[in-house]
């Protein structure tokens, strides 16, 4: 491991290995309006849902790191305390991009990255009309974390009011995961794309407690053929099939055992999983 103290870097330097270490990054595609009703349109990938009871949503125009400088969004935010975040997808993320553009205080990012401006139902900002979901919030806290270069604000939003394109919906309380095509930030000028092969799923375990890798024999547990993920989802099950279920398990070497566990495990057939590697996997 190679350990580094914060404070002996330079902001920059912090700045890339935070960014290209924290995440996939959701972006918040913020529309606002000044005093005076100038709109600005910019993205920020410090972001993300905090709360459902109230409906929260948080993001962060930090300072400039060379300048130490505010964003428009933040002062805009400060004059008038309404933001709309629009969801952004794959299909419009290089207008998006565009939008990020350093322009000058006072210039229309919707007319500059092509972007249709759509009234809100409840606050002042414009949506954007080719964004999948938007969000209407009213701004209800701004933390300043510092006064330096580099230095986040942090803007608390509540959701008074959501929108979404019906194509991307499943019915009116699901949104489908397979057509929303979201994007999302990654170090430097890398995106991702949460799309096809991408994605993936993962039962949640949100009623059942699995029996955990420490119930698992030690055959299973420490088994070379078998990688933390293997060992993970087997661990899911709720309870541990019995000497006779193991018994009637079908015999074959290892490494037959192993494919056959992981094709069963995609089935989330995770006890069969189990009883073929506890019957076929030698003790190391």
């Known amino acids: ?13 912090v700045h890339r290995l935070l960014l290209g270490s924290v995440g996939p990054r959701p972006i918040c595609f913020a529309s606002t309006v000044d ?8 993205p920020f990938s410090f972001f993300n849902v905090f709360s459902s009871n109230p409906p929260v949503l948080v993001f962060s125009p930090s ?8 964003k428009d969004t933040y002062e805009n935010c400060k004059e008038v305390p309404e933001v709309v975040i ?27 990255s092509g972007f ?17 979901v938007q969000f209407e919030c009213k701004v209800n806290e701004i933390i300043s974390l510092g006064e330096g270069g580099g230095a986040g604000n942090l803007i608390i939003c509540e959701v008074l009011r959501m929108h979404f394109r019906e194509d991307v919906m499943l019915d009116d309380h699901h949104v489908d995961q397979t057509k929303i095509d979201l994007v999302a930030r990654m ?3 890398f995106y991702c794309r949460a799309h ?36 993970g989802r087997i661990a899911q099950m709720e309870t541990i099939p019995t000497e006779a279920e193991i018994f009637a398990a079908e015999s074959t070497t290892p490494e037959v055992a192993v494919e056959k566990a992981r094709n069963l495990i995609k089935s989330h057939n995770r006890e069969e999983a189990f009883c073929i590697l506890a019957k076929n996997l030698p003790y190391e």
Not at 116 to 132: F, G, H, N, Q, Y
Not at 207 to 225: E, F, H, K, Q, Y
């Open 1 to 13: 491991m190679i350990t580094i103290n914060p404070g002996d870097l330079k902001i920059p330097e």
């Open 35 to 42: 005093s005076s009703g100038n709109r600005n349109l910019s």
């Open 63 to 70: 300072r400039s790191g060379r300048t130490g400088a505010t």
């Open 86 to 112: 629009n969801i952004v997808n794959y299909e419009m993320v290089e207008q998006m991009s565009l939008a990020s553009s350093p322009y000058a205080k006072g210039v229309d990012e919707f007319v500059k």
């Open 116 to 132: 249709t401006p759509v009234d809100s139902d409840l606050i002042k900002p414009a949506r954007v009309k080719e964004s999948p």
């Open 187 to 189: 170090g430097g000028d």
């Open 196 to 231: 096809g092969s991408a994605l993936f799923e993962i039962p949640k375990p949100l009623t059942t407690i699995g029996v955990g890798i420490d119930a698992l024999p030690a055959n299973i547990r420490n088994s070379s053929l078998l990688s933390g993920n293997d060992l």
